[in-house]
């Protein structure tokens, strides 16, 4: 049961989480505004890949010896969320490394 509690443990973790108030964001630049929104978009997509992965993988751990059609195909589920999971770490990574970019490219005013 260690990888299904790893992805309950994620799931919980980001509902604590504050998202982004997209109603702030409409004086913004656009630049701005886009990245808030894929911010946004992320935390959401971050909560349900981990939520569906955790059963995914809860169903795999209790039902690991089961040869039947349910079986294969949560087998089948379970390797399809594989490049998701991957997609939301790339994305993760892109977006960190904008922000930091930003953040050392930024020249306050004083």
Request: net charge negative.
């Amino acid at each position: 049961m260690g990888v299904s509690i790893v992805h309950l443990s994620m799931f919980i973790a980001l509902q604590f989480v504050n998202g982004i108030d997209m109603s702030k964001t409409s004086d913004l630049k656009s630049g701005c505004q886009t990245e808030a929104k894929d911010w946004d978009f992320l935390l959401g997509f971050q909560s349900a890949t981990h939520l569906i992965m955790f059963f995914s993988n809860l169903y795999r751990e209790i039902n690991s010896a089961q040869t039947d059609m349910s079986g294969q195909f949560m087998r089948v589920f379970e390797i399809a969320c594989i490049p998701i999971y991957l997609y939301q770490i790339l994305m993760s990574i892109e977006l960190l490394s904008a922000a930091m970019i930003r953040e050392e490219t930024t020249v306050l005013k004083d």
